[in-house]
């Protein structure tokens, strides 16, 4: 059975970076691409960038100048780093393993992390 | 780049069978696999339909994904309505570009 637990802080002040990391239990690490998305309160969910087990990225271009991920192969953890976020980056942060398909298909994801910026 | 439309909010009753829409504009819906998710309040998503129309095992008969390429668009028709099936669903699928773009959601209300 996969899991994927995640955490990080969940207040930050405006230009402090956030951070989040989220641990992979069962299945293959090697065989995905490890992705975070975000949904804003309200809103709908929007694609933040992904890694692989060696270091490949991917960003969605509106964010990428802000977006940096890391992976941990020997502990089967990934990260997000966010920087200089803005009340606007408030959101429940996702993390979930893609299944590559052409595109991506997640079928599993994280707990969710609610990352709230305010002064 | 492209977007994935849906509509902002479907109800119907319990028994009904409803139909939640996934336009592309930019592209072929053909070109990349469409994803279904559902998510019910205070929940991570889950995949209801993967390519298009494959169901994971979990995933109950009630619910069937198709693509159309006349009107570029996907669809998610949930048979036999039940209360339980209330929730937020949002189509993704991607191109040579964007690995993952997700529509807009539509919440599905069954009363």
Known sequence: QVQLLQWGAG???????????????GGSFSDYYWSWIRQ??????????????????NYNASLKSRVSTSVDT???????????????????????RGRVNGGRDFQHWGQGTLVTVSS | NFMLTQPHSMSESPGKTVTISCTR?????????????????????S????????????V??????????????ASLTISGLK?????????????????????????????
Request: hydrophobic share 30%; net charge negative.
């Open chain 1, 74 to 96: 020997s502990k089967h953890q990934f990260s997000l780093q966010l920087t200089s976020v803005t009340a606007a980056d408030t959101a429940v942060y996702y993390c979930a």
């Open chain 2, 47 to 58: 995949t209801v339909i993967f390519e298009n129309y494959r169901r994971p095992s979990v």
């Open chain 2, 25 to 45: 504009s930019g592209g072929s819906i053909a070109s990349s696999f469409v994803q279904w998710y559902q998510q019910r309040p205070g929940s991570s998503p």
């Open chain 1, 11 to 25: 207040l930050l002040k405006p230009s402090e970076t956030l951070s989040l990391t989220c641990a992979v239990y």
């Open chain 2, 60 to 73: 109950p008969e009630r619910f069937s994904g198709s693509i159309d390429r006349s009107s570029n668009s």
């Open chain 1, 40 to 57: 804003t309160p309200g809103k709908g969910l929007e694609w933040i960038g992904e890694i692989n087990h060696s270091g490949s990225t």
């Open chain 2, 83 to 111: 209360t339980e099936d209330e929730g937020d669903y949002y189509c993704q699928s991607s191109d040579n570009v964007n690995p993952v773009i997700f529509g807009g959601g539509t919440k599905l209300t069954v009363l």
